[in-house]
């Protein structure tokens, strides 16, 4: 099928010259081997769906895939299709998750994670909603909203006269290279009177690594207009600590399974042992995510950490079941 595809492709590659301008044509086939039933005009929806959120190369673009894989294309496109709409219907909503001292005994923070509800679908996950809005530019709108968001919660807590710990929103790497992503977080807290002291951004370690240059303009940017900035999910990548500081950060978020690692294997211990002197002596606080249970805090406490954010504390809840729980916690 592949081999017969391409040679349409070679038979069709000749350029098209129209009002003395040359067009390379791109083919774009989508080949379902499948026992689903399916129909003609179907297909060609769901290709043509495909060929919206799919990442394409100039030329011939050739997938064929199975029954799981339909499938899983079906869903993702259903999920990228609904993204605009959900925006503008209000689906989302923010939940936040409460980030703890290594003790457990102060709320020093809140993580924003963005939840989506969809009639007929139920709740999706952000692991497939956030990848899909990457795709299609709609993480641009999203994250303006999240934005938003988190001013008006802030102002519900205020006038609530609660005590609010700093928020912490996850910046996707898709936006990295935004000329005007700094200049627009900062108009959106002007708006809404917040100061941008009450905002943390986290951006993962695998962003640093794919956009290496806009991460440390972003960063150093976002620091010096007064909001601290995280290494999110840190050990998922293999950045050398030394290459991590050429940039600035308030603090590094070990992700779980290096922290889960380190429970069985000796060098991902001495590594994380190390990694915590190192921070402390940096003055970088060192939050251990993802802690279920307490013989895991004991061992994150161990390591260095200075904050903790799991199970064991606090799950993600929406903001009332937040308000309760600022106000029923000494920060
Ligand atoms: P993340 O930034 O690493 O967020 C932490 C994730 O770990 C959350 O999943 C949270 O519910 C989960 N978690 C927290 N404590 C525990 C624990 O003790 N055990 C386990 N097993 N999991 C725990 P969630 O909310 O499903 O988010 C998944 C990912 O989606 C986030 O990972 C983040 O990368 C992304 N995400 C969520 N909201 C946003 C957003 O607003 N913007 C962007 N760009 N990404 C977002
Ligand atoms: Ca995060
Ligand atoms: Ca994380």
């Given at each position: 099928?592949?081999?017969?595809?391409?040679?349409?492709?070679l038979?069709l590659?000749a350029p098209l010259?129209?009002?003395?301008?040359?067009?390379?044509?791109?083919l774009?086939a989508?080949?379902?081997?499948?026992?689903l039933?399916?129909?003609?005009?179907?297909l060609?929806?769901?290709?043509?769906?495909?060929?919206?959120t799919?990442?394409?190369?100039?030329g011939?673009?050739?997938?064929?895939?199975?029954?799981?894989?339909?499938?899983?294309a079906?869903?993702?496109?259903?999920?990228?299709?609904?993204?605009?709409?959900?925006l503008?219907?209000?689906?989302?909503t923010?939940?936040?998750?409460?980030?703890?001292t290594?003790?457990?005994?102060e709320?020093?923070?809140?993580?924003?994670l963005?939840?989506?509800?969809?009639?007929?679908?139920?709740p999706?996950s952000?692991a497939?909603?956030?990848?899909?809005?990457?795709?299609?530019g709609?993480i641009a709108p999203?994250?303006i909203?999240l934005?938003?968001?988190?001013?008006?919660?802030?102002?519900?807590?205020?006038?609530?006269?609660?005590?609010?710990?700093?928020i912490w929103?996850?910046?996707?790497?898709?936006l990295?290279?935004?000329?005007f992503?700094?200049?627009?977080v900062l108009?959106?807290?002007?708006?809404?009177?917040?100061?941008p002291?009450?905002l943390?951004?986290?951006?993962?370690?695998?962003?640093?690594?794919?956009?290496a240059k806009?991460?440390?303009?972003?960063l150093?940017?976002?620091i010096?207009?007064g909001?601290?900035?995280?290494i999110?999910?840190?050990?998922?990548?293999?950045?050398?600590i030394?290459?991590?500081?050429a940039?600035p950060?308030n603090?590094?978020k070990i992700?779980?399974c290096?922290m889960?690692r380190s429970?069985t294997?000796?060098d991902?211990?001495?590594?994380?042992?190390?990694?915590?002197?190192?921070?402390?002596?940096?003055?970088?606080?060192?939050?251990?995510e993802?802690?279920e249970?307490?013989?895991?805090?004991?061992?994150?406490e161990?390591?260095?950490a200075?904050?903790?954010?799991?199970?064991?504390?606090?799950r993600?809840?929406?903001?009332?079941?937040?308000?309760?729980?600022l106000?029923?916690?000494?920060a």
């Amino acid at each position: 099928m592949t081999a017969w595809l391409h040679g349409l492709y070679l038979k069709l590659r000749a350029p098209l010259i129209l009002d003395n301008d040359f067009f390379y044509p791109t083919l774009y086939a989508l080949a379902v081997e499948t026992s689903l039933e399916c129909s003609a005009d179907r297909l060609l929806g769901y290709s043509q769906c495909l060929l919206h959120t799919e990442e394409r190369t100039h030329g011939c673009n050739i997938r064929v895939l199975g029954n799981s894989e339909l499938l899983s294309a079906i869903e993702n496109c259903s999920v990228t299709n609904r993204l605009p709409q959900a925006l503008y219907h209000n689906r989302f909503t923010l939940h936040y998750q409460a980030q703890y001292t290594a003790e457990g005994n102060e709320i020093v923070g809140l993580e924003a994670l963005m939840r989506w509800d969809e009639p007929g679908m139920g709740p999706i996950s952000p692991a497939k909603f956030i990848p899909a809005a990457e795709k299609n530019g709609m993480i641009a709108p999203m994250t303006i909203w999240l934005i938003e968001q988190i001013c008006r919660d802030i102002k519900t807590w205020a006038d609530a006269g609660l005590t609010i710990p700093k928020i912490w929103f996850n910046l996707s790497a898709a936006l990295l290279g935004e000329p005007f992503l700094t200049r627009q977080v900062l108009n959106i807290l002007k708006r809404h009177d917040v100061s941008p002291d009450s905002l943390g951004m986290e951006l993962t370690e695998t962003s640093l690594i794919s956009d290496a240059k806009n991460a440390a303009l972003v960063l150093s940017q976002m620091i010096s207009a007064g909001i601290e900035v995280a290494i999110d999910d840190y050990g998922a990548g293999f950045t050398s600590i030394n290459s991590m500081f050429a940039l600035p950060f308030n603090q590094l978020k070990i992700d779980r399974c290096f922290m889960l690692r380190s429970l069985t294997c000796l060098d991902s211990y001495t590594l994380l042992k190390s990694l915590g002197e190192v921070m402390q002596t940096r003055n970088i606080s060192l939050v251990y995510e993802g802690i279920e249970t307490e013989s895991q805090r004991q061992h994150a406490e161990q390591l260095g950490a200075n904050y903790i954010q799991g199970f064991l504390f606090a799950r993600p809840e929406p903001r009332d079941k937040i308000s309760a729980l600022l106000a029923s916690t000494p920060a």
